[in-house]
Nanobody, 122 residues
């Protein structure tokens, strides 16, 4: 069993910062990419940022220059530093990991955290 647990969400004023954390635990054999997605009320879930095990990053256009994703492979942890937050960043943020478990070894599957809420007030 694999579990991803997010933390760090909350309420912040526009222009402020938050740092989200996500720790993966359980029967992990290997983690390929990790990423953050978000879903606002009435909208589809969308990719915010992702990072490979080699540290290659990808960002959605709407967060470039404001958000930074980072990762510690040894700790199975990924962070999302969010600066210059805007009201439109308000959403539930979900951690994603493409993970091979100890029973699937070479086969990777997507695992999700339970989400953490981010609210940006104007």
């Amino acid at each position: 069993q694999v579990r991803l647990v997010e933390s760090g969400g909350g309420l912040v004023q526009a222009g402020g910062s938050l740092r989200l954390s996500c720790v993966a635990s359980g029967s992990i054999f290997s983690i390929n990419s990790m990423g953050w997605y978000r879903q606002a009320p009435g909208k589809q879930r969308e990719l915010v940022a992702s990072i490979t095990s080699e540290g290659l990053t990808d960002y959605a256009d709407f967060v470039k220059g404001r958000f930074t994703i980072s990762r510690d492979n040894a700790k199975n942890t990924v962070w999302l530093q969010m600066n210059s937050l805007k009201p439109e960043d308000t959403a539930d943020y979900y951690c994603n990991g493409r993970i091979a478990t100890t029973t699937t070894t070479g086969r990777y599957f997507d695992f999700w955290g339970q989400g953490t809420q981010v609210t940006v007030s104007s």
